[in-house]
């Protein structure tokens, strides 16, 4: 049964109304590329859009852009292909200076029939090892993750903050796909400043039992919302997450990588 | 390198800075009982909070409200538990009728060491059929996923639409875990009016070479931005997503299911 609405309350609530998030698309970035300061880059399109940094804002950043930055990129024609990846590319019908790539990338090889998923230096689980060729100029060139991606994030959140004198968290994201479900969401390879797990275990629902199994992927579900507005054709690479509460922490997104004694398929 | 900024440039970004999401939650909804209207509830909270509903918003729904309208819980003293429920509760030191319950949610069980994952009637891979006593009232009282999640996304979201007249879609939310990255996501499990898949295979990206392999999971990423605001204990289950763009489609979640022959793991 609705109780009656005191004005109080209506203040309260009306108020409680403005806690949403906003996810907005930063326009107008230009190419990046090696060696560019992607910071300023970044400030400087928001500048453009007449969109100011606030304090809290999460930075959603696609893979790509950093991998350009930190010149990540590989030219096929300079590939030597291995015995593995000669193998691998007469089984999947695929280039084998791609497979060579990939394998270089990789840590061990979860699966190689018709898609070829790899767990990568990092410990993500992927096809292909991230590695990739569109949004990339050039015919025969791949880009590839970037080698510490939760490192790339804490050197742009460190200058993000020195330039504006804000705390400003950073994700660095790409799509992955998922082993039952069909489709790719994006999700986060590199995360400083906002944390990467919330663990609410031990908290309590609103019928006062205990919430067991919740560790929720706050990371991830912030790069997925950034997705949204990031699609791949319509070069929107860097995204804020605006109005999330969260407490800034050093939080790695590594740290989401399941460890080998839990994984459900080792 | 930059181009000169003309006025008509400027209106335009200053214009497309506003083509943003927003993630709005609905304060104030009340414990949602057995035969209640959820389309009803929903928009008596939001009359409320001073919040209208507009046309192509996405109001995503915690499944547990669904399951509650629908009757869909369980009382374990109630359940009679089976040999195979008997067998599984010893070795995974759990409740045998609980695993009793999640057993007649379940088409397959696809691991049950330490964890219990299962393969749901909906065909969806997760811990426990989705069965959980979080969040409902009562020491004994289980609640079960919607037995149709599809179906009862289109029938709210039609009750939705003609009482306001404006075209809403639905998702119906749960956070699902996933093998190889820790922490739960909020995913969708029920879909009316949304696209679920995106399928940019032989759009162009910015280089114009064509995207491969680039299907993505909107419904997904969707869930997972209002997962943001719909932390468990918050008491928010339903939230809008407002300003995603999309063409209105009846589009089940049930299309994510990855078939039997592409499932990476089968």
Same mark, same amino acid.
């Given at each position: ?36 300061? =992607? ?27 950093? /991998? ?8 096929? /024609?300079?590939?030597?292909?291995? @015995?593995? @990846? ?12 791609? #497979? ?35 949004? =990339? ?23 993000? #903050?020195? &330039? ?51 560790? =929720? ?31 800034? =922490? ?15 398929? &080792?």
């Amino acid at each position: 049964m609705a109780k009656p609405v005191k004005s109080a309350d209506v203040t309260k609530r009306a108020t409680s109304v403005r806690v949403g998030i906003e996810i907005l698309p930063i326009p107008g970035l230009p190419e990046v590329l090696k060696g560019d300061d =992607v910071a300023r880059r970044i400030l400087a399109a928001c500048g453009n859009a007449f969109l100011a940094l606030e304090p809290g804002d999460v930075l959603v950043i696609a893979q790509k852009i950093i /991998s350009k930055a930190e010149g990540r990129l590989v030219r096929l /024609s300079s590939v030597e292909p291995s @015995a593995r @990846a000669l193998e691998l590319a007469a089984k999947l019908k695929k280039d084998a200076r791609l #497979m060579e790539v990939i394998l270089r990338e990789s840590r061990r090889v979860v699966r190689d029939d018709h898609v070829l998923i790899v767990e990568t230096h990092h410990g993500f689980v992927c096809a292909n090892a991230g590695v990739d060729q569109s949004n =990339v100029p050039g015919k025969d060139v791949v880009s590839l993750l970037p080698r510490d991606s939760d490192e790339s994030a804490r050197r742009i959140r460190t200058a993000l #903050m020195k &330039r504006t004198g804000k705390d400003i968290a950073v994700i660095i994201s790409d799509t992955f796909g998922r082993p039952w479900r069909l489709g790719l969401t994006n999700v986060a390879i590199g995360a400083a400043g906002v944390p990467v797990l919330i663990d609410l275990r031990g908290s309590r629902d609103r019928n006062a039992k205990t919430l067991h199994a919740t560790i =929720v992927a706050v990371a991830d579900e912030i790069a997925a919302a950034a997705g949204l507005v990031m699609e791949k054709n319509a070069g929107i690479p860097v995204v804020i997450v605006r109005g999330y509460r969260y407490t800034p =922490v050093l939080d790695p997104a590594s740290r989401m990588v399941r460890p080998a004694n839990e994984d459900l398929f &080792r």
